[in-house]
């Protein structure tokens, strides 16, 4: 059984570019979440998607955004990159919503300049 | 707002030694779950724990849930240089999964 694959690893942008992360769940996973993990504020959660739908919402700014397509796979967007977003996106993923068992991926690395 | 501490931050010990992790609430969770997380990686889920008092034990870890379901341990008997990471606890409940502070721990052969 495949794990969650997140694309891609490791990403270098500019202040004020925007990037996309890709996350595919586990199959036969419905709930995919997102984490923002830095040194100094620890993993911080950023949004989660169940059934195409954002269900819950971290305390981030509007630039960080989300999708989740039909298949489960999940899209995390942010606009007018600054240096502060560099970090390690993380995304894990439930059976279904009330799952009480998250499996992560290995993580995108952004890292902006 | 669901909070999890944990305790210690920092842990730097020597190879054989034992150590407990903490991680304490004043909220109650449904389940917690400890992950192991290395540098660069994702977080590895260790174990579940379900029921309030519920213990749990895979090799040399030993995890418990607290009577009240607000708190657990992770205790490592003769840790290893394998056992360096980051450990992380998290809490299930009200639909939504909170994750502790954090403990890094070094075990130094």
């Known amino acids: 059984k495949a794990g969650v694959t997140q694309t891609p690893r490791y990403l270098i942008k500019t202040r004020g570019q925007q990037v996309t992360l890709s996350c595919s769940p586990i199959?036969?996973?419905?709930?995919v979440s997102w984490y923002q993990q830095t040194p100094g504020q620890g993993l911080q959660f950023l949004f989660e998607?169940?059934?195409?739908?954002?269900?819950n919402k971290g305390n981030f700014p509007g630039r960080f955004s989300g999708r989740q397509f039909s298949n489960s796979r999940s899209e995390m967007n942010v606009s007018t990159l600054e240096l502060g977003d560099s970090a390690l996106y993380l995304c894990?993923?439930?059976?279904?919503?009330?799952?009480?068992?998250?499996?992560f991926g290995q993580g995108t690395r952004l890292t902006v300049v | 707002t669901q909070l999890l501490e944990q305790s210690p931050q920092f842990l730097s010990i020597q190879e054989g030694e034992n150590l407990t992790v903490y991680c304490n609430s004043s909220s109650v969770f449904s389940s917690l779950q400890w992950y192991r997380q290395e540098p660069g990686e994702g977080p590895v889920l260790l174990v579940t724990v379900v029921t309030g008092g519920e213990v749990k034990k895979l090799k040399r870890l030993t995890f418990q849930f607290g009577d009240a379901r607000k708190d657990s341990s992770l205790h490592i008997t003769a840790a290893q240089p394998g056992d360096t990471g980051l450990y992380l606890c998290?809490?299930?409940?009200?639909?939504?999964?909170?994750f502790g502070t954090g403990t890094k721990l070094q075990v130094i052969p």
């Open positions: 894990a993923s439930r059976r279904t919503g009330e799952g009480i068992e998250a499996f």
């Open positions: 998607y169940f059934s195409e739908t954002q269900r």
């Open positions: 998290a809490g299930s409940g009200y639909q939504k999964v909170t």
């Open positions: 199959s036969g996973h419905r709930s």
